[in-house]
């Protein structure tokens, strides 16, 4: 996405500067629901911040800026979009889309693609930042103002995610929320499987 090449080396100061206390909590959270895998790809791998320390060695991306900090950190990066994967059905057994599914124009057309890509028993992780949170809300204010980054965002809900990936073919297996702010949790990590149908 254009406006993540722009922001590049901002938003991966982020994870050492302010937001490192964040992130290493989503990190613990997507870790405590993570199944065992032997080959994962993560869609919208941004820097691979994530991939590194979860251990996904393959990731795809269409910022090219982001893709190089990815590539310097050991993954294999490839530049595309998740609604048009380059891979051959039945390729891997774990696909991560953390706080990605948010900044696609077509979630379902992603979540199809990650199906096609994955075995009969494969899992999808999704991670969000919870619409319904309170940063969530300050997140939506932003992107209605005309927010760089935010304004291309469309976040779900818990509810809906797991809707939406139960419309694609996935069931939920286990759910980690974290980040708690006032009475609900900012981030959500949500483990799938494949259905067999």
């Not at 919870?130 to 932003?142: F, I």
Request: charged residues 30%; aromatic residues 10%; glycine residues 8%.
């Amino acid at each position: 996405m254009p406006v993540f090449d722009s922001i590049a080396e901002r938003f991966d100061r982020w994870f050492d500067e302010d937001g490192r206390e964040i992130f290493l909590e989503e990190v613990r959270c997507l870790n405590s629901i993570f199944p065992e895998f032997t080959k994962g790809i993560e869609i919208g791998i941004g820097s691979g911040r994530f991939s590194v320390e979860i251990g996904i060695p393959i990731g795809i991306d269409p910022s090219m800026e982001l893709l190089k900090m990815a590539k310097n950190r050991g993954i294999v990066s490839i530049c595309g979009k998740g609604e048009q994967l380059p891979f051959k059905p039945s390729s891997f057994d774990l696909v991560l889309l953390n706080t990605t599914l948010c900044f696609v124009s077509n979630p379902e057309k992603v979540l199809n693609e990650a199906k096609r890509v994955l075995v009969s028993d494969g899992h999808v992780v999704l991670g969000i930042i919870n619409r319904e949170s309170r940063v969530g809300k300050e997140y939506q204010k932003k992107g209605e103002t005309g927010h760089s980054v935010y304004s291309h965002a469309r976040l779900f809900s818990e509810e809906e995610a797991v809707e939406l990936l139960k419309k694609t073919g996935f069931t939920l297996i286990d759910v980690c929320r974290a980040i708690k702010t006032d009475d609900s949790y900012t981030f959500i990590a949500l483990l799938f499987r494949k259905d067999e149908n």
